[in-house]
């Protein structure tokens, strides 16, 4: 049985807690970036589209986009969960600690970004 006292569960959970929190603020700022690239590139498509330049088919690309998320859905309820270790048990209740400071410190992160 693996046994934690209170300062190792301390310590798991303030290092889950300030990992999760840079990760968090990181994640925010690159999706912000990310955004700013996609938003200039479908400007630039529908101005050069104006200009006669490009010829865009809006549909298609938004299709893609549709049956992307439809695939990304299927794939994730299809997953089985069967063949599970003998010790997952134990291997969940040692990372709870990690696990719950990571995710505050990612939330938090996430928000302050």
Do not use: C, R, Y
Not at 13 to 34: H, S
């Amino acid at each position: 049985m693996v046994e934690f006292g209170i300062q190792q569960i301390g310590l798991e959970l303030g290092t889950g807690a300030v990992i999760g929190g840079l990760i968090g603020f990181t994640a925010k700022k690159v999706a912000k970036i990310i955004a700013i690239i996609i938003g200039l590139e479908l400007a630039l498509f529908k101005f050069l589209e104006t200009k006669g330049i490009l010829t865009v088919d809006w549909g298609a690309l938004s299709a893609g986009l549709i049956n992307a998320s439809q695939n990304a859905t299927k794939a994730a309820s299809g997953a089985a969960a069967s063949d599970q270790p003998p010790g997952i048990v134990v291997s969940f209740l040692s990372v709870i600690p990690v696990s719950a400071g990571f995710t505050g410190g990612f939330v938090l992160g996430f928000k302050k970004g």
